[in-house]
């Protein structure tokens, strides 16, 4: 096989198709055709095994800006992917410590800057989370509670499917069970894509290998820093009477898991990312000991869930939920969180190498997808679109050019709540 693609994406998880589709769409059918490499199928990467959560919170004001437009796309993704999907706007409610010492003015001052931002973000009284719960959640004085109603909840599967017919109508070229092996380098670019398919020539490369990027890169001096955060999710059925219709999603940081309402009966929960360095900087130093690799996420024991996890998430449910009474266990799975250090995406042109860009999420990036698809797609074709409103310096690979990732951990503490 020999083939010449205008733009070659690695990986076809949510990100790379939805850059894929971004690209296609502006090149029309004259202007040069965009493949997909993926070594396993469509989807097969953490893109099969979110939570399907679109919320704009978020602490940079910069992602939550993008959130916000990535929302909008994802109400009606035709005009941008030929294909809608059904959605929920279920919204969020926030849950976070309120004692003494606790982070609560970084909450206020995180609900001013959403509000400066036009995201709908405030502070909720215990008795209006109790309307909006139908009753079914326990509050108790010491928690705070934030409200953001325009967040949408979609359907894992559907999303899949809504790829996979996208792929079919931007007549993109989907290579699966291609792994690509390494890169041909001339002068400042790639030229080429060793793949276990033979040699594809490519004038633009997009790298959304997520969590495969880091070992994928460093064969041609690149240091990109995604590593795996191991979390569990959990489903148990409950009854249609103790979890509502429409109740909102439940961003629990008191007892660090989110909730949210799945498939009619099914309550689904798992934890968030850490926020604390030393369990970021643990995920980063486990990576260089796993001799699998990122491909430790196609392990067939990463779907096990042990009974203490299993354990640690009843007694949270019933702790949030009293009226559930004990759960009924309905599946669950072991996964990992694509996270980088200061848990961050890195968005943009690379460093290095003038004709690569970088489109990698950091542990909740399937809600960026439609955004992210555009602003490469803005990168690739000069057209400007959307970064006439974005600046996404800040998501630059830059800030990690210096090798001495050391030296990082100690200048970015995160802020607790850094969602
Ligand atoms: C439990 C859980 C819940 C989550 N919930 C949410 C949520 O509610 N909302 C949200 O926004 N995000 C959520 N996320 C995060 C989200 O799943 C990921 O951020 C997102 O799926 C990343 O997509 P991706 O396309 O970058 O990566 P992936 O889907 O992992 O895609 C990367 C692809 O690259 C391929 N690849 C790698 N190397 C090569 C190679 N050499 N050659 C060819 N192909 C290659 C892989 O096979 C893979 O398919 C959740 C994650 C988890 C684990």
Redesign the pocket.
């Known amino acids: 096989m020999n083939k010449h693609y205008h733009t070659v994406v690695?990986?076809?998880?949510?990100?790379?198709?939805?850059c894929a589709f971004s690209v296609q769409r502006r090149l029309g059918n004259k202007r040069g055709k965009v493949a997909i490499?993926?070594?396993?199928?469509?989807?097969?990467?953490?893109?099969?095994?979110?939570?399907?959560?679109?919320?704009s919170a978020n602490a940079s004001p910069m992602a939550a800006r993008m959130a916000k437009i990535a929302t909008q796309y994802w109400k009606n993704l035709k005009p941008l992917w030929g294909v809608n999907i059904p959605y929920e706007q279920s919204g969020a409610i926030w849950i976070a410590d309120n004692t003494t010492g606790s982070d609560s003015e970084s909450w206020a001052t995180l609900e001013q800057m959403l509000q400066q931002e036009g995201i709908d973000f405030a502070m909720l009284a215990h008795r209006d989370v109790m309307d909006l719960s139908r009753q079914a959640l326990k509050t108790v004085p010491d928690e705070m509670y934030y409200y953001e109603p325009d967040v949408l909840?979609l359907d894992s599967p559907q999303i899949l499917n809504a790829i996979q017919t996208a792929a079919k109508k931007n007549r993109i070229n989907v290579l699966e069970h291609?792994?690509?092996?390494d890169f041909e380098l001339t002068g400042q670019g790639i030229s080429a894509l060793f793949?276990s398919q033979g040699k594809i020539f490519a004038e633009h490369v997009i790298n959304?290998?997520?969590?495969?990027?880091s070992?994928?890169f460093a064969g041609i001096g690149l240091n990109i820093p995604v590593a795996l955060e191991p979390?569990?999710?959990a489903n148990f059925l409950v009854s249609v009477h103790d979890i509502p219709e429409g109740m909102p999603i439940i961003a629990d940081y008191v007892n660090q898991a989110?909730f949210?309402r799945w498939r009619g009966s099914i309550l689904h929960m798992?934890q968030p990312r850490s926020r604390n360095v030393k369990d970021i900087a643990r995920s980063f130093s486990r990576t260089a000991m796993n001799p699998e690799g990122?491909n430790v996420?196609?392990d067939a024991l990463s779907f096990n869930v042990t009974h203490q996890q299993l354990d640690n998430y009843l007694g949270k449910v019933i702790n949030r939920f009293p009226k559930i009474g004990k759960p009924v266990y309905a599946g669950g799975?072991h996964?990992?969180?694509?996270i980088t250090p200061d848990l961050k995406f890195i968005l943009g042109a690379d460093t290095q190498f003038t004709n690569l860009y970088h489109?990698?999420?950091?542990?909740?990036?399937?809600?960026?997808?439609p955004i992210f698809g555009e602003i490469i797609a803005d990168l690739i074709t000069g057209d400007g679109v959307i970064l006439n409103s974005i600046d996404i310096n800040e998501f630059s690979i830059a800030r990690f050019s210096n090798n001495d990732i050391s030296r990082y951990w100690q200048t970015n503490a995160l802020k607790q709540n850094s969602l």
Do not use: N, P
Request: charged share 15%; net charge positive; aromatic share 12%.
């Open positions: 690695i990986g076809g998880g949510c990100l790379g198709a939805a490499i993926e070594k396993k199928v469509l989807g097969a990467g953490l893109s099969s095994r979110h939570s399907a959560i679109v919320r909840q291609c792994d690509v092996i793949t959304a290998a997520g969590a495969w990027s070992e994928l979390v569990y999710a989110y949210r798992h990122a996420i196609y799975y996964s990992f969180f694509d489109c990698l999420g950091a542990g909740q990036a399937l809600k960026y997808a």
